[in-house]
């Protein structure tokens, strides 16, 4: 027995991570940067998240440079 009333609902999801069209392609947040990454969290597990500063700032100006809201 089906629901003959049941109305479809459209359903907007607004994704965070798409850049303006014609701008960059889409990339999910854990593919882009990989290097000021990598630096990043080398630096976060050898010295702790308070003294890395300039790359954890680095890696932020990268990720909104790829269209990242960050």
């Known amino acids: ?7 479809a609902v459209e359903v907007k999801v607004a ?7 014609g701008e960059k ?3 999910k947040p ?7 990454k ?4 080398a630096c976060i597990i050898e010295n702790g998240e308070e003294n890395c500063g300039p790359l954890i700032e680095e890696h932020k100006a990268c ?3 790829m269209g990242f809201n960050i």
């Open 1 to 7: 027995m089906g629901n003959a009333s049941a109305k």
């Open 15 to 21: 994704d965070s991570a798409a850049p303006a069209a």
């Open 25 to 27: 392609p889409k990339l």
């Open 30 to 36: 854990c593919c882009a940067c990989p290097e000021t």
């Open 38 to 41: 990598r630096a990043r969290d």
């Open 63 to 65: 990720m909104r440079k």
